[in-house]
């Protein structure tokens, strides 16, 4: 045993001892700011951006390789304006990777850090120069600038005070983050990572203006695209979608493949509360486990409700996808289940609908072939109440398109109605319709006054859509019409103006 330690440790500690003090000579003689001009040139010559090294550099070797900058900016390319700076930045590499060419980051730290994202009208942006892939035979490949090796082995990232804004120059769109503060645990590919990140997300078109925090632990793979976040904690207060006083919460476990895009979640539980306009919104959306995958997709009943509270009455809506089973191609879930419960001002509107629910992930279609819903009105000005209708109806969405289908029967007292209604730009919806109805008593429904009145379509002003609606026997206001056509159309944010033409002469009662 004391020969081994002669001849193997004895060895190897004069050896550390050399090393050790060549770099205590090199720390103490040897000055990196000496080399910025180097630095700044050749930062010039491959990017085409300048750089300012306005605070000191300081080197340590010991026990780590570590570099700590003071004030740092870096221009935009071919400019003097800024793209972004730092006010403090450490990194610190493990010293025996560097012998066999691998670099291995040990921290990370970012203080004060300030960053301009612009998309230009062209689609480009500003950092398109900066992480696109460096061509063979390039400068870069060739200078010394060429990375090594790359492995992701972190003790931990701090980031601290970071602020980023974001500007889209086609759509006019911009947004802000700041007062973004991170700390991360150790970070390596395939190990679970604890993060603990909050930010100020701020926004003129549309308006927002929120406080976020978020606390998870992600596993990731990057050569696979995987990442997996446990234990989300995820809160945001403030201003969004026109809902003041906003408070949004999310808790639960995502599995994300971005690859094959395949999801799988449990325990998630997302609510929501707020202020819109005049009133009090409250959302809760549950999903004890979903599971998306090309051979298998399934879940537990997954559940939606929603109450809206205003000054003259309230608004409560619940949502039941039961078991979901089948895989990408095509799956199926028992009987979707609706119920809304609308009531204003004395009015109240009750509706129930169910139907079986089937579906493609790889085609992006929503189906529901045997809609059945039940619909109940009762209104002070009614003469007769409550009004009961019985809907049957089948109902597509095609996601990928951004379109989706209604086509439905209904029945209620001596009245038969059928239609079509569509749907085209999720984003910008606009609506198709022509519905039929065999015969319409109104006056059965209506005062002789409140027949006379026109009807109030203040609130579809905000509508955009065209179609009609044909009425084979319509009695209103003591005339009797037959095969009468309303037309509307309404666009721009214009009220809709209805048009009556009847294809024969009306006659009095």
Same mark, same amino acid.
């Given at each position: 045993?004391?020969?081994?330690?002669?001849?193997?440790?004895?060895?190897?500690?004069?050896?550390? %001892?050399?090393?050790?003090?060549?770099?205590?000579?090199?720390?103490?003689?040897?000055?990196?700011?000496?080399?910025?001009?180097?630095?700044?040139?050749?930062?010039?010559?491959?990017?085409?951006?300048?750089?300012?090294?306005?605070?000191?550099?300081?080197?340590?070797?010991?026990?780590?390789?570590?570099?700590?900058?003071?004030?740092?900016?870096?221009?935009?390319?071919?400019?003097?304006?800024?793209?972004?700076?730092?006010?403090?930045?450490?990194?610190?590499?493990?010293?025996?990777?560097?012998?066999?060419?691998?670099?291995?980051?040990?921290?990370?730290?970012?203080?004060?850090?300030?960053?301009?994202?612009?998309?230009?009208?062209?689609?480009?942006?500003?950092?398109?120069?900066?992480?696109?892939?460096?061509?063979?035979?390039?400068?870069?490949?060739?200078?010394? %600038?060429?990375?090594?090796?790359?492995?992701?082995?972190?003790?931990?990232?701090?980031?601290?005070?970071?602020?980023?804004?974001?500007?889209?120059?086609?759509?006019?769109?911009?947004?802000?983050?700041?007062?973004?503060?991170?700390?991360?645990?150790?970070?390596?590919?395939?190990?679970?990572?604890?993060?603990?990140?909050?930010?100020?997300?701020?926004?003129?078109?549309?308006?927002?203006?929120?406080?976020?925090?978020?606390?998870?632990?992600?596993?990731?793979?990057?050569?696979?695209?995987?990442?997996?976040?446990?234990?989300?904690?995820?809160?945001?207060?403030? %201003?969004?979608?026109?809902?003041?006083?906003?408070?949004?919460?999310?808790?639960?476990?995502?599995?994300?493949?971005?690859?094959?895009?395949?999801?799988?979640?449990?325990?998630?539980?997302?609510?929501?509360?707020?202020?819109?306009?005049?009133?009090?919104?409250?959302?809760?959306?549950?999903?004890?486990?979903?599971?998306?995958?090309?051979?298998?997709?399934?879940?537990?009943?997954?559940?939606?409700?929603?109450?809206?509270?205003?000054?003259?009455?309230?608004?409560?809506?619940?949502?039941?996808?039961?078991?979901?089973?089948?895989?990408?191609?095509?799956?199926?879930?028992?009987?979707?289940?609706?119920?809304?419960?609308?009531?204003?001002?004395?009015?109240?509107?009750?509706?129930?609908?169910?139907?079986?629910?089937?579906?493609?992930?790889?085609?992006?279609?929503?189906?529901?072939?045997?809609?059945?819903?039940?619909?109940?009105?009762?209104?002070?000005?009614?003469?007769?109440?409550? %009004?009961?209708?019985?809907?049957?109806?089948?109902?597509?969405?095609?996601?990928?398109?951004?379109?989706?289908?209604?086509?439905?029967?209904?029945?209620?007292?001596?009245?038969?109605?059928?239609?079509?209604?569509?749907?085209?730009?999720?984003?910008?919806?606009?609506?198709?319709?022509?519905?039929?109805?065999?015969?319409?008593?109104?006056?059965?429904?209506?005062?002789?006054?409140?027949?006379?009145?026109?009807?109030?379509?203040?609130?579809?002003?905000?509508?955009?859509?065209?179609?009609?609606?044909?009425?084979?026997?319509?009695?209103?206001?003591?005339?009797?019409?037959?095969?009468?056509?309303?037309?509307?159309?309404?666009?721009?944010?214009?009220?809709?103006?209805?048009?009556?033409?009847?294809?024969?002469?009306?006659?009095?009662?």
């Amino acid at each position: 045993m004391k020969a081994i330690v002669k001849i193997v440790l004895w060895p190897l500690g004069g050896i550390a %001892l050399i090393l050790a003090a060549a770099a205590a000579y090199i720390a103490a003689t040897f000055d990196p700011n000496d080399y910025k001009p180097q630095i700044v040139r050749a930062v010039k010559d491959h990017t085409q951006r300048n750089l300012r090294l306005e605070g000191d550099i300081k080197l340590a070797f010991v026990p780590r390789i570590a570099a700590t900058l003071g004030r740092v900016s870096l221009s935009e390319r071919g400019s003097d304006r800024e793209f972004a700076e730092v006010g403090d930045f450490r990194v610190a590499l493990k010293l025996v990777p560097l012998l066999s060419k691998q670099v291995v980051i040990e921290t990370v730290e970012i203080r004060n850090l300030r960053a301009r994202l612009v998309r230009f009208r062209d689609g480009t942006t500003n950092i398109d120069d900066l992480t696109k892939e460096k061509g063979p035979g390039s400068n870069y490949e060739k200078s010394s %600038l060429a990375p090594f090796p790359f492995v992701i082995d972190i003790d931990h990232v701090t980031i601290e005070n970071a602020a980023f804004t974001y500007i889209d120059e086609a759509s006019g769109a911009a947004c802000a983050l700041s007062k973004l503060n991170l700390r991360t645990g150790p970070i390596a590919s395939g190990v679970p990572v604890k993060f603990d990140l909050a930010f100020t997300v701020q926004s003129d078109s549309p308006v927002m203006n929120l406080e976020t925090t978020l606390k998870t632990t992600v596993a990731f793979d990057l050569d696979q695209q995987r990442y997996r976040f446990a234990e989300i904690d995820f809160s945001a207060a403030g %201003l969004a979608a026109g809902i003041s006083n906003l408070v949004a919460t999310a808790k639960g476990d995502v599995d994300a493949r971005l690859a094959s895009r395949e999801f799988l979640i449990s325990g998630l539980t997302i609510a929501l509360a707020g202020k819109p306009e005049n009133g009090n919104l409250d959302v809760k959306f549950d999903a004890p486990r979903l599971t998306v995958t090309g051979d298998n997709v399934s879940g537990e009943t997954l559940v939606l409700d929603a109450t809206l509270r205003t000054a003259k009455g309230k608004l409560a809506a619940k949502f039941e996808i039961p078991g979901i089973d089948g895989n990408a191609k095509a799956f199926k879930a028992g009987a979707l289940s609706a119920s809304i419960d609308a009531q204003q001002d004395g009015a109240r509107i009750k509706a129930r609908l169910s139907g079986p629910l089937a579906g493609s992930i790889e085609r992006q279609k929503l189906e529901l072939p045997k809609l059945v819903a039940t619909v109940s009105v009762n209104h002070p000005a009614l003469l007769k109440n409550p %009004l009961d209708a019985a809907f049957n109806a089948s109902a597509q969405a095609d996601l990928a398109r951004h379109t989706a289908s209604l086509a439905f029967a209904a029945k209620f007292d001596d009245s038969a109605i059928k239609g079509r209604i569509g749907l085209t730009k999720f984003t910008r919806p606009f609506y198709a319709f022509d519905i039929d109805i065999d015969r319409l008593d109104a006056d059965r429904y209506l005062s002789q006054r409140d027949s006379r009145e026109p009807p109030d379509l203040a609130a579809l002003k905000s509508l955009n859509a065209s179609g009609s609606v044909t009425i084979g026997a319509l009695t209103l206001s003591n005339v009797k019409a037959t095969n009468a056509r309303i037309e509307i159309k309404a666009a721009n944010s214009r009220q809709p103006s209805p048009k009556m033409l009847p294809d024969k002469s009306a006659s009095p009662d």
